[in-house]
């Protein structure tokens, strides 16, 4: 098909709708009091409530209203000094009461906005994302369909069931269409869910853990033709779950929309699935019905009525928000725009934060992050944060480095064995048998080669300006090929030009 972003882009704009949900953190359920500890045993967290057995009655997760609430005020909403839920009814087996207790008219949160803002050619552009409801529900069990070579229930023997997950407190928190984006809208979606998720972690409301489901997108995406005011008819791509994904799902399905209206036909309402391996969607559910969940007040809850002291209490303790703390990072370490951005789009920001905090130099920990571990890291097509190295590791090796116990080149290996999984910097240091090396008269003769070369900068040291002989060292280590054992080869030098 010759059907292109660019001439997409010609004809028609897009509106984007994001639905995210995120799993609280919280110690028990929302109407109960089981755990919520991820990977026990099926079924060994439930009981009468959360089973949906006959007499049970729930009771709200007084933490779960708190943390909703602080997702409110976070993302700039009114909270409701009184709402209700609602029991939303359909049948499917990983729900054991046949009915979902969410919100449905009474939202706890309305009316918020997000600023985001996202890297172009053409410089740093700023967007504000409204933001329809925030609202609490609970998330459902886990079915697992066995027998079938693929996990899904086509193809399936049987299937079982896990209830563990059934009641595990989940916020909503919806966008009004966002119009505007234009040609960036697959950046913009990815900008709000990582700046979104930024804050729920930043709030410790959630482990905001995309590869384990505790935070997924639905993106809703339509075209309109440029110009028009009416909407077009949205595709809704369903538990999108990496920050990649999400920018490639909405961009695939502009084409996908882009090329079906072109070619004179219609979108179909309904959801999607994105895969991975092809970056492409297939067909879900229709939702040209809209089905009838016979909503209705949960008769057995209270209403929640936060008072104005408990909402204040909350508001004067939310952290700082992530865009400032990003303004202050940058100010600290004294880095320009674009490798502040470099750094966002690697996600590796607090992973540097936290190699700084631990004592190593900005521009060093930034070096390694977005270097070597970024490198590592695409090859092997994972995040640099879920790699086995951690700023702990990292802050070590610049450490070593420092003390002249590795070299740069030294450094990288350590890097990459601790990458494979071969321990901690000094287990790989030992077992690998890595040396600098500190052979005098193998140094002493790259040292000569180097005043060689550089005579006017050897007069210079010999004159007292210690600071030139870097340029010196430079060349030895190059020399060397990075093995050499720089304060050795400093201190060498600078008794060879009468400054030791
Ligand atoms: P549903 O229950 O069908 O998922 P929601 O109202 O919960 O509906 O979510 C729909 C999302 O899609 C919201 O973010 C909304 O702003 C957005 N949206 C609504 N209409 C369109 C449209 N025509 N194109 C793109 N997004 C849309
Ligand atoms: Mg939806
Ligand atoms: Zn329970």
């Not at 269409?177 to 990582?194: C, L, N, Q, S």
């Not at 075209?223 to 999108?240: A, D, Q, W």
């Not at 920050?243 to 929309?257: F, I, K, Q, Y």
Request: proline content about 5%.
């Amino acid at each position: 098909m010759g059907f292109t972003y660019e001439t997409l882009l010609t004809k028609y704009e897009p509106v984007l709708g994001l639905e995210v949900h995120v799993e609280l953190g919280t110690k028990s359920k929302m109407f109960c009091g089981c755990s919520t500890v991820f990977g026990a045993e099926p079924n060994t967290q439930t009981c009468p409530v959360c089973l949906g057995l006959p007499g049970s009655l729930p009771v709200v997760n007084e933490k779960a209203i708190e943390y909703t609430i602080a997702i409110g005020l976070a993302l700039n909403c009114t909270i409701a000094p009184y709402s209700r839920f609602a029991r939303k009814n359909y049948f499917y087996p990983d729900m054991p009461k046949n009915f979902q207790t969410s919100q449905y008219d009474e939202p706890i949160c309305s009316n918020g906005f997000l600023d985001i803002s996202i890297e172009t050619d053409a410089g740093t552009k700023d967007f504000r994302i409204e933001i329809e409801r925030v609202h609490m529900e609970e998330d459902t069990g886990k079915s697992l369909h066995m027998g079938g070579a693929t996990g899904r229930i086509h193809g399936a023997d049987y299937s079982l069931l896990d209830y563990n997950r059934a009641g595990i407190p989940l916020v909503e928190i919806v966008t009004k269409p966002i119009v505007g984006t234009g040609k960036y809208a697959p950046e913009v979606a990815r900008a709000y869910v990582a700046e979104l998720r930024d804050i729920l972690r930043a709030l410790g409301v959630s482990d905001v853990k995309m590869e384990q489901g505790s935070l997924r997108c639905d993106a809703n995406v339509s075209l309109r033709p440029i110009g028009e005011s009416k909407f077009g008819t949205r595709s809704e791509t369903k538990n999108v779950n990496s920050l990649r994904s999400v920018e490639r799902a909405v961009r695939s399905e502009m084409l996908r929309h882009g090329s079906l209206l072109d070619e004179g036909r219609r979108v179909i309402q309904e959801t999607r699935h994105f895969h991975e391996n092809t970056g492409e969607t297939t067909a879900g559910r229709s939702k040209e019905q809209a089905e009838d969940y016979r909503y209705f007040p949960e008769p057995d809850l209270a209403p929640v009525t936060p008072s104005k002291d408990f909402i204040e209490k909350i508001r004067s303790s939310l952290p700082e928000k992530p865009s400032t703390r990003r303004k202050r990072l940058q100010e600290n370490w004294q880095v320009p725009d674009k490798e502040m951005a470099a750094m966002i789009n690697a996600d590796v920001l607090d992973l540097v934060a936290a190699t700084v905090e631990l004592g190593a130099d900005p521009t060093r920990a930034r070096g390694w992050w977005l270097g070597e571990i970024a490198r590592l890291a695409n090859e092997r097509e994972v995040s640099a944060g879920e790699l086995p190295i951690t700023p702990k590791d990292v802050s070590e090796i610049v450490q070593l480095i420092d003390s002249g116990e590795l070299t740069d080149k030294l450094a990288r290996q350590v890097v990459e064995g601790v990458i494979n999984g071969e321990g901690r910097p000094k287990e790989i240091i030992a077992n690998r048998g890595i040396k600098v090396v500190s052979d005098d008269s193998a140094l002493l003769s790259a040292i000569e080669k180097a005043i060689a070369a550089q005579p006017d900068i050897a007069e210079k040291v010999r004159g007292g300006h210690i600071p030139a002989a870097g340029a010196l060292i430079g060349a030895v280590m190059k020399e060397t090929k990075g093995q050499a054992d720089a304060a050795k080869v400093r201190e060498l030098l600078l008794r060879h030009l009468g400054q030791g």
